[in-house]
T-cell receptor, first 111, second 114 residues
Framework: GESVGLHLPTLSVQEGDNSIINCAYS??????FIWYKQESGKGPQFIID?????DKRQGQRVTVLLNKTVKHLSLQIAATQPGDSAVYFC??????????FGTGTQLKVEL | EAQVTQNPRYLITVTGKKLTVTCSQN?????MSWYRQDPGLGLRQIYY???????DKGDVPEGYKVSRKEKRNFPLILESPSPNQTSLYFC?????????????FGPGTRLTVT
């Protein structure tokens, strides 16, 4: 089955710097990738997604990069703000309806 | 307001006492799913439903039941809860039957089984 791992359980950045959160997956047939943000005491909130026919997708202050060769996914947050402090999860589907999540990276923004 | 609601938000119960956690969405979504979240393990899918009367097992279905009699509701049933089911539970829904497509999550239900 699919396994998804995040590279760092915790990431600390200074306010205003860019943040990069990484995710690795195991199934080369995975075709859909998604990032969620989870603030303390709340449910996960959709941030951005990307399909396997793309390498990059941009949203508001966020960019997702997909490297299918090494099965690596990253989320970049520009000009990180205190409100970005949260746990970030990547999710991967290998076809059908099965979504597998990584364990999450806690992003801490230092003032 | 478009949302997924769960009840109760917090529940403490004893081993073996049947319980139901309700989930309801007001977005006319076809796809609904239950997850449990445990430290170090992330979100794991328990059951999902692609439409009314269509349900299927996720990664960790043992000890749980679900039903989908109406499109908006997807209750999670623990017939005989055990302490290893102590966890944080999330219900989610999405318009598409494809998992991951902008799933909307509920606020979570924290369950403690003693």
């Amino acid at each position: 089955g699919e396994s998804v791992g995040l590279h760092l359980p915790t990431l600390s950045v200074q306010e205003g710097d860019n943040s990069i959160i990484n995710c690795a997956y195991s199934n080369s047939a995975s075709d859909y990738f998604i990032w969620y943000k989870q603030e303390s005491g709340k449910g996960p909130q959709f941030i951005i997604d990307i399909r396997s026919n793309m390498d990059k997708r941009q949203g508001q202050r966020v960019t997702v990069l997909l490297n299918k060769t090494v099965k690596h996914l990253s989320l970049q947050i520009a000009a990180t703000q205190p409100g970005d402090s949260a746990v970030y999860f990547c999710g991967v589907t290998g076809g059908g309806n099965k979504l597998t999540f990584g364990t999450g990276t806690q992003l801490k923004v230092e003032l | 307001e478009a949302q997924v609601t769960q009840n109760p938000r917090y529940l403490i119960t004893v081993t073996g006492k049947k319980l139901t956690v309700t989930c309801s969405q007001n977005m006319n979504h076809e796809y609904m799913s239950w997850y449990r979240q445990d430290p170090g393990l992330g979100l794991r899918q328990i059951y999902y439903s692609m439409n009314v009367e269509v349900t299927d097992k996720g990664d960790v279905p043992e000890g749980y039941k679900v039903s989908r009699k109406e499109k908006r509701n997807f209750p999670l049933i623990l017939e005989s809860p055990s302490p290893n089911q102590t966890s944080l539970y999330f219900c989610a829904s999405s318009l598409s039957t494809r998992a991951g497509v902008e799933q909307y999550f509920g606020p979570g239900t924290r369950l403690t089984v003693t």
